[in-house]
Every structure is written in structure tokens, then in C-alpha cells.
């Protein structure tokens, strides 16, 4: 490592060496610019296929009876005459929660944007390992496909919840998705979990050793800081769930019984014995908690970034700001039970888990009074981005706030894996995280394409996107408190829940409108590659090093040398100063002091 | 047909928004940097967020009027309901405060210091007392949530043998629940799933041999005598199931290979439950609901719906399969004699064999 490190070091003419072919360039590329590119339209079309699944099966939770052409023409045999079929209905759930947890809002949020901001923002020509690099995002993009092809498979695909507990997962008797439908899911993931590792590994070495001079860790961008900490904990964490996902393929295929006993199914006693479904619980989350600060933090950073910058003023609390990712961070890894409360674990464990649980509110609490004294007397300029960092703390304080609800023991007896829980964690971090990816998007398109993103498809995209988010989750937060549980195929074989119907179909109604609204932003984001503005060097008047950087792109980033960091990144209206930024590569003036941050 | 016609009326807003759109661009000026902010955007964006802010407390006000109305507040019928509805409401309390303040401070924010050229920001980076302050007042928050949730999860939790609670088994199945009662000795009899022998009709895999599973009874429908502590164990065949009775305020998961447990006591019967005016009411919007819903069956010559008359309810709330959203029982809470009368009619499972 420290060798590739030296090279970097005194290769100032490092660049186009060696003729670049169209495969060695926007396939199989080593360049982090690229690669981040990549990450983000794989992402942007598993998303498609995610966002899609939750309408058609929101259609199919407002209107239960109705057949729907639409079902016929996409589910097939799966929508006989058009009504849809409960077993693809869990289906479509599963796949839904997969892929917007893991293959949006992990790989295509955290790796497109610690992929494109790691190096530019610390000053560094590229990744330690380029080649890690591109294997970790072909990785990414084998386990994407696996998990379409997955779709296709004749029994169906997996279908017991993106929790995927066993038994439902392990036996195929038991439901038709835990047939090959599961097996390509395991696999899949399995490879995603490869594909991350090594994309965490990298990020971590890189921002350890690139560091440009001067760029000491108490000046790096919230933004690294963010991406940093998450890589981190991926590391922890998701070894974990590869193993939990080796025990199961075990348990599936070899007869071992570390998560099955006593089964008797369809008129057969199986022969496991003395495995328990609980282990597989706490192996899942203790991935599963720490996954959702894996989506959470990095969309953290890129707001706190693009709100100091579209507020013209300095992050506030820069110190508290760090404090709070490390204490998230470590509080992340010891909350896992939460998810377990009723499991049938000891009630005393579920004691110490609420503890810890609702220890997060307190950094969380920090940050979000953060974000909103950053606003405070500041000169606001309300780009598409600013919009959805503002839409991000706004969604995250109101989904955080019934986190104190959830993470109460007591309080989750009554409400858990009902809609209150779907609520909770589509606004904290499905909704939340998404507004920080489109927020980075807005924020880092100019420097990702070289051209500008159209404002005001940006506008009209965020407002019709908040409405929605906000008509979708806030009710659903009522008919979960009612007793209605998830994942019910159709709710008419319960009249208890007859007067809830209409609060369905408004909820539908506005997650289709939220669906179809995002065509805006697709339009936007494709069309504005080839027809955009082009873009200028420094469009939002930013202090961060990627903004020193030529807006075409090249090979290892600065054509010259690469710029040394004098101050950190949040010199915005600086007293002493005529323009209302100061880049981190402008050296203090005579007798400036560098804040005490 | 309907959702078709949602998505294709969508599609043709979105092409008039995009018309509109490229109308604005071809009027704006052709600046250098035409898709930065202008002030007139920054202005119109901030008083968006005005509106906004607006539209957060009207569906928060629509919700709670519309919807507020729900079990989870109020007429629990169990002895430990109210200790969680009590917690849940202190909890929504301070939740509705901190949202009110914090949502009114950010969106309020975003309006008053909009953009304009010329204007400077602030700079203010730090200031340790104020992040002092909120840093301890959700500490303090927080501790009283915790030391309150943490009294009540342990009292609920916690089973007092003292009490001789009525030991009753649910049992969990693709997709139907069985109830063992543990009969006159109030113990329930051994049990694996190894021991099922469909054909001697003994279901839930009973010992045959144990003196204790003798009296067991086996029912389809859960009924519990009302002021009685209950002592449930829970058990399953095959896959995860989650036993939740939402009235009692109660849930735990059911888990092939072990056996887990939770306990209440019923405090309303169910006839005076139906009696309560809040049920009433609620029986009777659901009713006018599926007479509505009969008419277009009844014009197809079909059957109308069944009227709805309040029931307790065991729901199953741990995917488990097909058929997961119908995997019910019914709970019938009821007096002790009446209880007693009813399970002197059901079969004890030295009975219920086949031979």
C-alpha cells in the first residue's frame, strides 16, 4: 500500500499515458470518476424496478379485488385475469425491501458518492486500489443481475420478507419463493456482501493515507467523515451477515441444523434438530441495525456539505457534527435487539436493548438542531439540492421522533410489524436516505457529467416528491397504530380493519403520484447529459477541493499539482473576506486565524 | 381499471409540467449559470416551504382527527393495557412537541433567510452552549422515557407464579392456531412435534403416555375467563408466526423448537366491550361500510357481506407464507361461569383420539 501511496505522491504528469479504448473506459474502468458513474445508473435502474414493485403492490393493497391490466402485463402468470397472486405479492414485497435497501440506497447511494467525493475532496489522484475498485462495483453489478434473474425463476422468487427468517426461507415446502427463488437471493447477496467489503476496505485505506497535505482529519468535509465512519462499520457488520447467509445455504442444501427444530410440514416431521431461528435473528441484525446507519450516514454527510455551502455559512457545530457520526456509529452495533424484542429473548436483554436504543435519539437530537442552526441567518440559496437537504432533516425528525416509540420495549409489544413500523423506517431512512442521494445528485451532477441539472424540473420534482412522501407515510403511521399488521395480502378477511380502507387507498393514491413523478427527474438526469448546460467549475461557489478540479474530467484528477489544504472546509461568509467563500487551498492571509472549530 | 386510469391521467400531467417547463427556460435569460438560484427563485422556494410547513400541521391535524381515534389509546382490555397506553400517549405528547417546534424552526428558517445578492451570512460555527443545551435536554427527556418504559416492560414481562395464572398453549400452524388448554391439573402435557400422528388424530403432538396431557384440551377458538391471569406458551409446527392480540395490547412471536411465553390479564368481557360507545360507533361506520360495499354484489346476484359485530382477535403477525393474512382466532372474553361451562363441553384429549 505505501508504495502505491509514494507513486501518488511525486507522479505530478500521472495521466494519459496509455491510450484509453471504450472498454478500458467505461466498462472495465479503474478511474473512481467513472466508477462512481456506473454505481449510480445501476442504481438509479434497480431503483426503477423497486419504486415499480411498491406501486403495484400498493395497487393491490388499496384495491384487493379490482384486477388491474397492469398486473397482467407485468406479473404474467403471477396475475391470473389480472388479479394478483398472494404468494408474488410477498414476493414483490421481499424484492421491493432487498433492492432499495441494499442495491439503492447501500451501493448506489454510499458507492457513488465515497467513489466520486473520497479522492476529490481530500486530494487524492484516485483510490489506493483501483483495481478493487472496479472489481467491487462488477461485483456489485453481478449480484444486480442475479437478483433480477431471480424474478424470472418458475416457482417464484424469494418471497419471506427482506428479513428472509427461516424457516419461511429455508424450506422450500413451506413457500414457493424459498425454493430457487431464495438460493439466487443468497447467492446474490452473498456477492453484494463480497462487493462491499472491498469497496469499504478501499475507502477506509484511501481516506487513511491520500490525505493531500495539509488535509488533516479535522479538516476533512462532513462528507468524508460520513463515508468514512460507514465503511467502518460495513466492515463490522456485514461479514456477519455473510455468515448468517452461509449457515443458512447450509441448513438449505446440506441438512445442518444451526437455525431449524422441530419442524413438521405439509404431514413430514423434518429431521433437524436443536438449531434455533433466533440465532439467525441476531446474526441478520447485527448486520440488519448497522445497515441502516450505513444508508443513513453517508446521506448525513453529503446534507451537512450541501447545506453549509447553499447556506453561505459554516456547518454549525463542525466538532459535535464529528462526535455525533462516531457516537451513532458505536451505538449502531449494540442496538441490534431492538428488532427482537418479542422474539421470545430473554425480556431482561430486550431491557438493555431499549437503553441503548433510545441512547441514539441523543446524537441524533444534536444533529438535527445542527442542521437547523445552519440555517439560522444564513444567505439561503434554494437549489434543488438545498431543497432536498432541507426535505432530509425535515423527513428524518419526523420518522426519528417514532424511533422513541419503537425503541420502547414495552411501547413495541403493541406495535410492532404493523404499519407503524413501515412508517417509521420509510421516513428515517427510505425517504430520508433518498432525499440525501437526489440531494448529492442536485449538489455533484456538474462535476459527475460536466453539465447542469434543469432548476426547475429540479423544483417541481422535490414539491410534488415531499407532498407525496408526507401523504404516503404520515397516515400510515395511524392505520399502524390501529393493529394492522404488514405484509397482509388483502385486509377484507378482517372487517376489524373495514374502516381503514379508504386511508389505503388515499396512501396508494399518493405513492403512485410519488411514483410516476420521479419520470421527472429521469427525464432530467438522462436528458441533461447530452442537452444540459454546461457547466462552469465551481457552480455553488463551494470550498471543497472537487471544485478545483477541471470540469472535464481526467485520468488522476488536477492537471498540475495537487493543491495543498490550508483551512478546513466551512470558511463560507468568513469576516475579513470580499467574496463569501473561501476554498480550502487558499492559504490564510496574513494574520487570519484558522478557526478553533 | 381504476389505478390504469390514475397512472395514464399522471402520465398527462407530467407532459403538461414539462411543456410548462421548457416555456419558463425559453423565457428565462441566457446566462452563464441559468440553473444556479436566482433570488426570485430563492423567494418563491421560500415561501413553498412556508406552505409546506403548513401542509405538515394539516395532515398531522387531518390524521388525528380523522384516524386518532384508535385502540392503541384507549379501551385495552387487559390488567397491563393501560400502564402502555399511558406510556404511548406520554410518549406522543412529547413527539407532537418536539415535531411542532422543530419542523416550524426549520421550515421558518428556510423563509426568512432566503437568498438575496449582497446579503451575508452569519458566521457562526460553534457556540458550546447552546449545543450543551441540546445535547442534555433530550438526555434528561430521554432518561425519564427510559427509566418509565423500562418499569412497565418489567412488570409486563415479568410472570408472577403466585397468581396461578391459567396456563393455556397457542399453537401455530400454516395458517390456523389451535389453543391447549391444560385442563384440571392446569398443566400442560408434554409435547413434540415428532409425537404428530395425524391418523390417531393427535394434532399438536401430545405425549400420549404423560399423566398431565390427559385433560388437555384442544379448541379452535381462544375463550378466557375475564379478571383470571392467563399464563400463554407459545409454540409452532413450522415456520416463525407472531401471536398478536392487539385489543390486549399483547404480541410474542411463536418459534419452531422452543417455547415462548407472555401473560396478561382480560379485563372486559366481550359482550361489555361491545357495549362500550366507542365500539359501538366503530361497529357502526364498518357496517354502513359494507352495506356499501354489498350493493355492487347484490346487483351481480352475489351474497352481501356478512354484517361486522365486534370480536377480540388473534392475527398472525410474522410473514408466514400464503395465507398469512388470514391466519386468525377468535377470543372470547367471557364470565367465569360461562368459561366454565363452555370448556366442560370441549373434549379432553384422552377423548379426542382415534383408536
New interface residues.
Partial sequence: MSAHADTHAHDDDHGHHHKETFVTKYIFSQDHKMIAKQYLITGTIMGVIGVLMSMMFRMQIAWPEEPNVLFEALLGKWAPDGVMDADIYLALVTIHGTIMVFFVLTAGLSGTFSNLLIPLQIGARDMASGFLNMVSYWLFFLSSVIMVISLFVEAGPAAAGWTIYPPLSALPMAQGGSGMGMTLWLVSMAIFIASSLLGSLNYIVTVINLRTKGMSMTRLPLTIWAFFITAVIGVISFPVLLSAALLLIMDRSFGTSFFLSDIFIQGEVLHYQGGSPVLFEHLFWFLGHPEVYIVILPAMGLVSEIMASNSRKPIFGYRAMIASILAIAFLSTIVWGHHMFISGMNPFLGSVFTFTTLLIAIPSAVKAFNWITTLWKGNLQMNPAMLFSIGFVSTFITGGLTGIILGDSALDINVHDTYFVVAHFHLVMGISALYGMFAGIYHWYPKMFGKMLNKNLGYIHFWITAVCAYGVFFPMHFIGMAGLPRRYYTNSNFPLFDDLANVNVIITIFALIGGVVQIIYLYNFFSSIFFGKKATQNPWKSTTLEWTTPVEHMHGNWPGDIPHVHRWAYDYSKPGHDVDFVPQNIPLKDGEEELQH | ????L??IV??FI?VA??QM?KI??LAQAKN??????TDK??T???Y??MG?LA??YI??IV?FVK??D????SNSASAHGP??DN??II??V??FI??TI??F???Y??YK????KG?????????NK??AI??II??IV?AG??IY??N???N???VDESDDPLVIELYA??FNWKARYSGADNTLGKA???L?D?DRANIL?LDEADPNAQDDVITTELHLPVGKPVLFK?RS????H?A?M??F?????C????I?Q?GFTPTVTTADMRETAQIKE?VK??ND??VE?SKPLLEKGEDP?EP?D?DY?L????????????M?MKIVVETQEEYDAWIKEQKAFKNSLIN
Fill in positions: 381499471m381504476t389505478a390504469l390514475t397512472i399522471l402520465v407530467l409540467i414539462w417547463v419558463f427556460d452563464e449559470n441559468s440553473q444556479v438560484a427563485d430563492n418563491m422556494n421560500a413553498l416551504m409546506f401542509f405538515i395532515i398531522t390524521c384516524w386518532g384508535l385502540p392503541l389509546m400502564t402502555i406510556l404511548m410518549s406522543m412529547i413527539i418536539v415535531q422543530t419542523q424552526l426549520l421550515h428558517f428556510a433567510y432566503k437568498g438575496e446579503k451575508k451570512a452569519l458566521f457562526f460555527a460553534d457556540n447552546l449545543e441540546w445535547t433530550p438526555v430521554l422515557l427510559i418504559g423500562l412497565t416492560w418489567i409486563i414481562m415479568g400452524q400454516q413434540n412435534v415428532r404428530i395425524i403432538g407459545m409446527q413450522d415456520v416463525l407472531s398478536y392487539p385489543h395490547r399483547a404480541q410474542m412471536n418459534v419452531p423448537g422452543m415462548t407472555f366503530k361506520r364498518i361500510i359494507r360495499k357481506l361486522y365486534f382477535l392475527l398472525c403477525n410474522k410473514i408466514c407464507g400464503k395465507s398469512h393474512y388470514n386468525q
